[in-house]
Structures are given as C-alpha cells and as structure tokens.
C-alpha cells in the first residue's frame, strides 16, 4: 500500500508515534529510490527510552518472561530497559561484530536492510545456560524486513530457548510478516513506519508494503 506523507514535517523528518511518545525521526535517503526513517535508540535520550521500555514491558508481561534477548546494537538499549521494567536481572545479546569472547559463538547468516554485505549473528556459548530452556522475549529497535529477527529466532531455539514473544518500538512496512511467518503474530510493537519511494513531483510516498 502506497499514500502520500502526511506524518512528514518537514522534508527531512516524519512524526510517529511510539506508544505514548510522539517523536520527529529523521528521513535519510539509502539509495535513489528508497528513503527510510531512522530511529536510533542510543540518540533518543534517557527519559525516552525509560518510558518506551517500560510500556513495552507491559505489553511483554501476560507472557512470562524469564529473560530478554536483542540483537546489538540499536536493541541493547531496549533490552536493558524491558529487563529492568519486567523487574528481571539478565539479557543476552546476539552480536554481529566478532568479538574476542565470540571465537567459539553459536552463529548464524543474517542480512539487513541497512548494510549490504552478509553478516553473522553470534551468540556467546557461555550464555546457553542462561536462555536453554527459558521463556525468552526477543526485543529490538526496529522489525523492518525479518531478517534479524528471523535469524534470532533460529538461533535462539537451537540453543533450547522458548521464544514466546517478540517486542519492539517499531515495526517499518510490512515485509517482516512473510518473513517471520508464523513467527509474525508473536510481534507486539509499540508503533509503525512505513519506508518511503520518490512521487513524481519529487516528494516522498509512503509505502507501507516494501
């Protein structure tokens, strides 16, 4: 589905709302014919993401969580405030820098709409005892394609865990539900966007399919 930007305002920004939360994300043009809106938790400020996470853990509470889960590095502050906010200790991260602790790590192929070469999930062996056999919630920034998340999912159950549900602050259009299939109904976010294509007059078209 295509509609002309009515949330945009200025031509740089686009407002939506994130739960309570009503923010300004900037428009950053990733290639001639797509443009995205960027939400980039480690900028949005302490107070933001405190009531963010605190509203998502609402929502992720019903399912019982033993631990949280997130892809770094956008969604580590997501994690650390669902897991405070659930009254919980741990999270785990699921990296995709290698890191000296990783050179064992459980791993996984991934790919982003944001970066054009294949990477890895990593997953730090030393933590397993942590998720094997939890109620795990994966959170995140922002659900866009699938593909990180799918990943996740993949590879936090090879290790044992029992993801019952997936957060987020936004979901951006819709591919992630043919990616996540039925995986997709265990997502709960606290807003959307869509991504946005060039009219013909120059302005930007929101397209919530992608």
Not at 1 to 20: D, E, L
Not at 143 to 162: K, N, P, Q, Y
Not at 182 to 209: C, M, T
Request: proline letters at 4%; charged letters at 20%.
């Amino acid at each position: 589905m295509v509609s002309v930007c009515s949330n945009v305002v200025s031509s740089s920004t686009y407002r939506v709302s994130i739960g309570s939360q009503l923010v300004d994300l900037p428009l950053v043009p990733l290639s001639a014919d797509l443009t995205l809106a960027l939400l980039i938790t480690v900028d949005m400020g302490v107070e933001f993401m405190r009531r963010a996470g605190e509203e998502l853990a609402e929502i992720l509470r019903p399912f019982d969580v033993d631990i949280v889960a997130t892809v770094a590095t956008m969604g580590i502050p997501v994690a650390i405030e669902v897991t405070r906010a659930l009254g919980l200790d741990q999270y785990v991260i699921l990296h995709k820098t290698p890191k000296i602790h990783l050179a064992d790590a459980v791993s996984e192929k991934v790919r982003s709409i944001t970066t054009d070469a294949e990477q890895r999930l990593l997953f730090d062996r030393a933590r397993i005892p942590d998720v094997a056999g939890q109620r795990v919630a994966i959170v995140d920034d922002v659900i866009s394609t699938g593909a990180s998340t799918g990943t996740a999912l993949r590879l936090l159950r090879s290790v044992g865990a029992d993801v019952v549900a997936i957060g987020t602050l936004v979901t951006e259009a819709s591919l992630w539900r043919e990616a996540l299939a039925d995986d997709a109904s265990r997502v709960h976010a606290l807003g959307s966007i869509p991504i946005f294509r060039p009219g013909s007059d120059g302005s930007l078209i929101e397209d919530w399919h992608g």
